[in-house]
């Protein structure tokens, strides 16, 4: 590990690229969530499970550095929040894109790559090597999540599941070593949580990149996971997901009796979650 | 007044040998290009409404400036920019209210100054005795009335517009169509709304100097949605707002000098008639790709475009 050329920066396998001791959030002067303790290695799948409205959301925030935390300490690649974004892949939670917007896929793929640089981009005649590698990384990724088929067409016509590809492309474009998003499952049909699942799950295990996911449903990522968190007002538990989501882990953290219940196929159901809309879409 | 032929050569060499035709054309094309490219990043943001209100204050800008014996230019950049600022500065304004692909539209408290500003620029129009024919030049424009000062004004402030523009370019595409993502990324993304309002105000000042205040949107609306029915690719559909908004500009102002009737009927009437054209085309080509994609043969339906991304 001390072997290292100048100037590269090569994280070792299993070195924290994120450790969050006991953060406090509170947004509007409304604790959101307190004493939350994670850590996720370099290529762990890491997913952040809670009822609606205990935070997840903006816990992803506090480790991109776009929230204040209240208390805690958040150190993101051994640096405060903020500091080292280009090196996150962030997909941030969301609905569609209306229908109306007239934009191609690869156009949104393309600004993960400059899209923040000031200026325009140039033609690329007068770009050379640069401009030569930039498309050549826009066509590797969009293949990556194979969206080679509707790249071309604009945003708007494309399904919830494509346009979640070309995201997850975009996010991916600056070979980052950490992964954050937001319900990426959220707003896609069954077939579509298994493929994007199997996706994320290849990035992470093939090209090394670490996942932080909020997710609503634990069961199509389930299969992949090395850690799960779930949150609650009071704290947080972090560990394996057998270990974590048990009727007697979950029942301590809520302090109410929760039941973990497994049907047929493998499925986990949680039971007498304080979900205010427990029964119901959950609402934005 | 000045007779048609058919020789169209002729026509051209006798409208550009009266030197107010001169200025119109000038200040017509500076003003066509800025408000074409402007528009497309307004029409992407759908911020449609708050450019419509832009331009509405720049007419109790220019009615005032006129009253107190100022240039007409002045009344409208000063207005029109102050304008802006308060629209950025407005809580929340200028924030997405939902979704991604643009921005919702602003908040009510923009219509309300829009009524206001219309109200104040009539009474000024009303206070200003002898300027019959100016309230509706000021509101519907006019082919005669620019000087040689004014289209210096609007070339210095078209140019240093489309630097500015160019310089936003790919952050303000960014935080329009991804402000979420782009805020991670490091964007300013008020800041870049912000700075696009300005810009917004000084093409809505601009462009009210030639079609006036009221019909503004032929220039800064029409081409851009006329642009972006016919491609989805942002250089291209930024090219092609810019010539659209020309090509109607100069149609419009040299058909209004052979013909009676006003200068700003005719470039929103062309304006029109081509978003009407690229609107019936993005219908027939969207049935054909769809009797395309139905039909098992042809395979690669939807990817009309092979290569050469930007």
Known sequence: MSEQSPGEVRIPAGAELLALTGVTAAVGGRAIFSDVTLRVRAGEFVAVLGPNGVGKSTLLKAVLGLLPISGGRVEVFDAPPGRHNSRIGYLPQRRAFDPATRIRGIDIVRMGWDGDRWGVALPGLLTGRAGRAARDRVREVIALVGAERYAHRPIGQCSGGEQQRLLIAQALIRRPELLVLDEPLDSLDVTNQASVSALIQSVCRSHGVAVLLVAHDVNPILPYLDQVIYLAHGGAVMGPPEQVITADTLSMLYGTTIDVLRDRTGRLVVVGQPDSHAEHEPRR | MTGFSWNLIEDVALLLSYHFMLNALRAGTIVAVLAGAIGYFMVLRRQSFAGHTLAVIGFPGAAGATWLGLSASAGY???????????????????????????????????????????????????????????????????????????????????????????????????????????????????????????????????????????????????????????????????????????????????????????????????????????????????????????????PAGSPAGGGSR
């Open chain 2, 77 to 299: 950049f000063g207005f029109c920019i102050a304008g802006a600022l308060v629209i950025a500065a407005l809580p929340r304004a200028g924030r997405r209210s939902s979704g991604l692909g643009g921005y919702g539209d602003e908040s009510a408290v923009i219509g309300t100054v829009q009524a206001v500003a219309l109200a104040c620029g009539f009474l000024f129009v009303s206070q200003y005795r002898g300027f019959l024919s100016g309230l509706t030049s000021l509101l519907f424009g006019t082919i005669t009335g620019v000087s040689d000062a004014q289209v210096l004004a609007l070339l210095a402030a078209g140019a240093g517009c489309l630097l500015a523009l160019l310089a936003l370019g790919r952050p303000l595409l960014f935080s329009t169509i991804d402000p979420d993502v782009a805020e991670a990324r490091g964007v300013p993304v008020r800041l870049v709304g912000a700075g696009f309002l300005v810009l917004l105000a000084v093409a809505a000042a601009g462009t009210s100097q030639v079609t006036g205040s009221l019909l503004v949107f032929a220039l800064l609306v029409t081409p851009a949605a006329t642009a972006s029915r016919l491609t989805a690719r942002p250089g291209l559909g930024l090219l092609l707002s810019i010539l659209i908004a020309v090509a109607v500009t100069w149609l419009g102002e040299g058909i209004a000098f052979f013909s009676p009737y006003p200068i700003g009927f005719w470039v929103t009437t062309l304006a029109f008639a081509a978003f009407l054209l690229a609107t019936g085309y993005r219908a027939a080509t969207e049935r054909l790709g769809r009797r395309a994609a139905a039909s098992p043969a042809a395979a």
